[in-house]
């Protein structure tokens, strides 16, 4: 096995490395890693997908606006796009470097060309709140879910504020979801007890791994629609 650097930046919000795996069977991985911690590859992106396609799914109409939390490897930003009833895609990422990267083409699962995407660096928190009603999905990849924090900062995004506000940032009738590395029946009851939600699911998104089964999820809920 081989292991290439592609990038490897620090700032004020740590350091992130983006690297390139070969396999002695000559495949062919990307790989990234937070201050230190391993976050993510492109071994199997099934459920990173599915937080576009299930939410989707959920969003009648053409026209629609999704706004993604948390770039990764660009894969659920790049679902998103593959849909024709999408007509925007924002994308908000805390990590400069990675942007950086997607723009000269280092994620090659995103179209970073495609004119309906739109890539920010910045905390998804404040894009959220400067985002009243504006989104038909809100896709949420940040971290590892709830319950395992790299940045612990980030537990806020699952708090009844932090939910709230994800939702204030949906036009009535649309979607939330969030990934998560593992199942987060709390996350779901807790998005349930909320005002203005409806339809709340917890998908249980099983994956098998060098021979390990895994257990991801996706908790979806939907801002209640306007009345009529």
Known sequence: MTVTELGRAS????????????TEHGAVHLELVVD???????????TEQALATEALARCPGDGLRVLVGGLGL???????LADPRVAAVDVAELQGPLVEWA???LLPALPHEDARLALHVTDVADHLTASPGHYDAVLLD????PAFLVHETNAGLYSDAGLAAALAALRPGGVLAIWSSDPAPELAA???????????????????????????????????????
């Open 11 to 22: 700032g004020p919000h740590g350091e992130v490395v983006l690297r390139r795996r070969t």
């Open 36 to 46: 230190g911690v391993f976050a993510m590859d492109d071994v199997d992106t099934s």
């Open 74 to 80: 660009g894969w659920t930003a790049a679902t998103a």
């Open 103 to 105: 723009g000269r083409g």
């Open 142 to 145: 940040v971290d590892n879910g």
């Open 190 to 228: 807790r998005l349930t007890g909320l005002p203005g939600v409806v339809g709340v699911e917890h998908l249980v998104l099983p994956v098998e791994r060098d021979g390990r089964r895994y257990e991801y999820a996706i908790v979806l809920g939907r801002r209640a629609p306007a009345e009529p």
